[in-house]
């Protein structure tokens, strides 16, 4: 699914930021594989979302065959598919040691 081309708001309740970043997994059931979005966020909220993330992922339940990475942080980029969206390891690696 390409991104809408309007404005897209953080998810945060109340937030008035446009989204800059999307929470997402990997997952991948051995044949096709999507990104599960957790939530589009704005700077200020990107570490609350983040950490909603991994919760989510540890809630998860897979069947046999399915995997889930553990959710990363994507450039959002409006138009772009997933596929080529941006993949911010050294924010997820700033979060991810506190
Ligand atoms: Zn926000």
Redesign the pocket.
């Known amino acids: 699914m390409p991104m809408p081309s309007y404005p897209i708001?953080?998810?945060?309740p109340g937030?008035?930021?446009l989204?800059a970043y999307k929470i997402a997994a990997l997952w991948s059931d051995g044949r096709q594989s999507e990104l599960k979005t957790y939530g589009l966020?704005?700077?200020?909220?990107?570490p609350k979302w983040f950490e909603r993330g991994r919760e989510k992922q540890k809630e998860c339940r897979l069947t046999a065959g399915e995997t889930l990475e553990t959710p990363g942080i994507w450039a959002m980029r409006h138009g772009e598919r997933d596929k080529r969206l941006e993949r911010l390891a050294d924010l997820e690696q700033k979060f991810a040691n506190g």
């Open positions: 708001y953080c998810h945060t937030c008035k930021h989204a966020c704005c700077e200020d909220c990107l």
